[in-house]
């Protein structure tokens, strides 16, 4: 399950990605993010919180693949939020691929999180 956070803003937005993501997560994300890519040509900035996140369906891979390729170019930033080792891996692997520019950070600076992605508004 992929959802919308309360805190997103214009072109800073963040979601709180749950459970195990499907294709049909990836149908709701695409658009969502096309609406502001659309809205906003100078790019938009991503937060992720994956505290909660227990990977991906096998199938929803090409979908990811898919996602990072169409929208690499138009995230300037993203903040992966997570409390685990590997959740700092996807972050370096992330920044060449989902966006132009990703960090990590653990749960207790998720604030220090916004606070970086509205730095580049």
Do not use: C
């Amino acid at each position: 399950m992929i959802e919308k956070l309360s805190e997103s803003s214009g072109p800073v937005v963040g979601y709180k990605v749950a459970g195990k993501v499907t294709p049909d997560d990836y149908q709701q994300l695409n658009p969502a993010i096309q609406a502001l890519v659309d809205q906003y040509a100078d790019g938009v900035y991503l937060l992720l919180d994956l505290q909660e996140f227990a990977g991906e369906e096998v199938k929803a891979w090409l979908p990811d693949l898919k996602f990072g390729h169409r929208f690499h170019d138009k995230i300037k930033k993203m903040a992966i939020v997570g409390d685990k080792r590997w959740e700092k891996w996807l972050t370096a692997l992330a920044d060449p691929f989902y966006a132009k520019d990703a960090q990590y950070f653990p749960p207790e600076d998720t604030d220090k999180a916004w606070a970086w992605l509205k730095q580049g508004e």
